[in-house]
């Protein structure tokens, strides 16, 4: 059974940082393509940062660009995500997501969520 389960979420005051992880299992998780969204209130899901398989490197969404650092260890199959200098509009639930395996990428997997609010 294939299972993402994302913690880490919470309340924090803007400028301050969270730690999002990610537990992955089912899945060979070392060949899929990780990824995290955020959906806030009223708005479509958007990617937010993703990191290949087989160390090719990350990519971000522009406004998270210099500010979060996506980062997987295959060892323990889990994702983060690093957000430091939050803002208020960083506020939205964050999803894990994996696409795999090559070389057809056919498969998705999404977790529960976790809820992130940036507010003073």
């Known amino acids: 059974q294939v299972q993402l389960v994302e913690s880490g979420g919470g309340l924090v005051q803007p400028g301050g940082s969270l730690r999002l992880s990610c537990a992955a299992s089912?899945?060979?998780?070392?060949?899929?393509?990780m990824s995290w969204y955020k959906q806030a209130p009223g708005k479509e899901r958007e990617l937010v940062a993703q990191?290949?398989?087989?160390?090719?490197?990350?990519e971000y969404a522009d406004s998270a660009k210099d500010r979060f650092t996506i980062s997987r260890d295959d060892a323990k199959r889990t994702v983060y995500l690093q957000m430091n200098t939050l803002k208020s509009e960083d506020t939205a639930v964050y999803y894990c997501?994996?696409?795999?395996?090559?070389?057809?990428?056919?498969?998705?997997?999404w977790g529960q969520g976790t809820q992130v609010t940036v507010s003073s």
């Open positions: 997501h994996a696409m795999g395996p090559p070389p057809s990428y056919e498969l998705e997997y």
């Open positions: 089912g899945f060979t998780f070392r060949t899929y393509i």
């Open positions: 990191i290949p398989n087989f160390g090719a490197m990350a």
